[in-house]
């Protein structure tokens, strides 16, 4: 199966998005005898007493029955369907995007036929539920619209690049590190210019889940925002173990292509599934 061609599983069709609160996730997540969600959700619900976790039980199913959701007791099969695969995934794609303060949770997880993409709202403690055909598309839609930084493609260690873009506190500072890890000074100073007025930072982890592999990252890709434009930054590993960073012009094609490589990376890993 091709990293477009998803098998998106038919009996979720009439299902493709819902919003629950912290407690009705906890309902659906009990019922049906399922493990935590993703950790870069968070906003697990806490209650300080049995008898304040069973109102808020009674509650939840109150309100999902409500909607329909709950149906003889039965939890709705298309968010049965998509809990399963957000809590026993074959990889996940972990999405924290920083604006001003201001924190948005996205995972895109997906297993052997089913790829589904959830949200956290941390003001309004919501999650929003999606089905997926393609993940870098939900990762394009959850990231907005944003023009892209004209700018050529950079390659630099990985270590030195990090470092050089942190040198800060202004640009020619920045500039000039970017030029002693040995980006051309033309791009230097473009990339410093930029990077000294971002607005909003994302990254998009690329998680394989299986046993004894949870806890290593495949891959990493960045994405600023800036006042120049946006900037996508994506890693590889060379044949000797080196790190390198590529940086280009955050349009939105460069985007898919870095979130594709991802889900290529998670493919190759051991008990993953094909994409």
């Keep these: 199966m091709s990293t477009l061609d998803l098998g998106i599983a038919t009996d979720t069709d009439a299902f493709p998005s819902v919003d629950l609160t912290s407690t009705e996730i906890e309902y659906a997540r009990e019922r049906l005898g399922l493990d935590v969600l993703p950790v870069v959700l968070g906003g697990t619900a806490l209650w300080d007493s049995v008898a304040e976790y069973d109102a808020a039980m009674r ?7 409500g909607r329909n959701l709950l149906l003889g007791g039965e939890i709705h099969h298309g968010i049965a369907a998509t809990l399963r695969t957000l809590t026993r995934p074959a990889w996940e794609l972990a999405l924290r995007s920083h604006n001003q303060g201001t924190l948005t949770r996205v995972c895109v997880a997906a297993d052997e036929s089913l ?48 470092a050089a873009l942190n040198a800060g506190p202004d640009a020619d500072t920045v500039a000039d590190a970017l030029t002693q890890a040995g980006v051309p000074p033309v791009e230097a100073g473009q990339l410093g ?70 889900v290529e990376l998670l493919s190759e890993s051991p008990g993953a599934v094909s994409r």
């Design 59 to 65: 509650s939840a199913a109150t309100s999902l029955a």
């Design 115 to 162: 790829c589904v993409e959830a949200s956290f709202n941390e003001a309004t403690k919501i999650y929003t539920l999606h089905k997926v055909v393609n993940p870098a598309d939900a990762v394009v839609r959850a990231l907005g619209p944003s023009e892209p930084m004209p700018i050529a493609v950079i390659n630099a260690p990985t270590d030195m690049l990090s």
């Design 193 to 262: 210019s930029a990077m000294v007025t971002s607005t909003s930072f994302t990254e998009i982890v690329a998680v394989p889940r299986g046993v004894g592999i949870e806890k290593l990252p495949a891959g990493v890709v960045s994405v600023f925002n800036t006042a120049h434009g946006r900037i996508v930054a994506s890693s590889s590993t060379s044949a000797d173990g080196t790190q390198w960073s590529s940086i280009s012009s955050g349009t939105p094609q460069r985007l898919r292509q870095a979130v594709n490589s991802l």
